[in-house]
């Protein structure tokens, strides 16, 4: 079974486009995170959530927007892409706030033409 | 495949042998720190962990030492295996469980 699941795989879009990121844990944890990892593979935290509240947020363009529908999702919308949105996208979560490692989703690989 | 990570630092072994890899960390006050192995085309994956109250810890074929004086961390891996090729990231986590990552080192095992 898939502890942490993200779709889509592969995402290839236009500039100016909008599109969603949506991830999904079962293992029960209380904290989900964003991350982006660029070309150079440098992972840098996006935002963090504990029971759908927002925790972290990293100084991220307001064109992304994480949503939380309950404790087991953490979606990512964003807004007007560009192409420095290009990227991997990591969805991630951990059973509690502080000192707990992280378990990863696969990745969204978005490539924005 | 991927065509990303061309310029970070390689460590290249030979199958079987013991293989280091260091990482300095930025903030004294970073109390917990992990160690991730991320395979092309996956997500990250946790190798060991290691609080600030130690100084060592060791798991199945790996060791994480942590010398706070320089904050510095290492991975050590003993008998180096094929499966082991990947690159791999330390992680600092200063509160609230945010993760600072390394810039990653790619470990290459030759047989």
């Known amino acids: 079974d898939t502890a942490v699941s993200q779709t889509p795989k592969y995402l290839v879009t236009q500039m100016g486009n909008d599109k969603s990121i949506k991830c999904e844990q079962n293992l029960g944890h209380d904290t989900m995170y964003w991350y982006k990892q660029d070309s150079k593979k440098f992972l840098k935290i996006m935002f963090s959530y504990n029971n759908k509240e927002l925790i972290i947020n990293e100084t991220v363009p307001n064109r992304f927007s994480p949503k939380s529908p309950d404790k087991a999702h953490l979606n990512l919308h964003i807004n007007s892409l560009e192409l420095g949105d290009s990227a991997v996208y990591f969805c991630?979560?951990?059973?509690?706030?502080?000192?707990?490692?992280?378990?990863f989703g696969p990745g969204t690989r978005l490539l924005v033409l | 495949g991927e065509s990303v990570g061309l310029h970070l630092p390689t460590l290249s072994v030979q199958e079987g042998d013991n293989s280091i890899i260091n990482c300095a960390y930025s903030?004294?006050?970073?109390?917990?720190f992990i160690w991730y192995k991320q395979e092309s085309g996956k997500g990250p994956q946790f190798i060991i962990d290691?609080?600030?109250?130690?100084d060592k810890r060791q798991g199945q074929r790996v060791t994480v030492l942590l010398n706070k004086t320089v904050k510095h961390l290492s991975l050590q891996i003993a008998a180096t295996q094929p499966g082991d090729s990947a690159v791999y990231f330390c992680a600092e986590s200063r509160g609230y469980n945010k993760l600072i990552f390394g810039a990653g080192t790619r470990l290459a095992v030759h047989p």
């Open positions: 903030n004294s006050a970073s109390d917990y």
């Open positions: 991630a979560s951990s059973q509690e706030l502080a000192g707990e490692d992280q378990y």
């Open positions: 290691i609080r600030s109250n130690m």
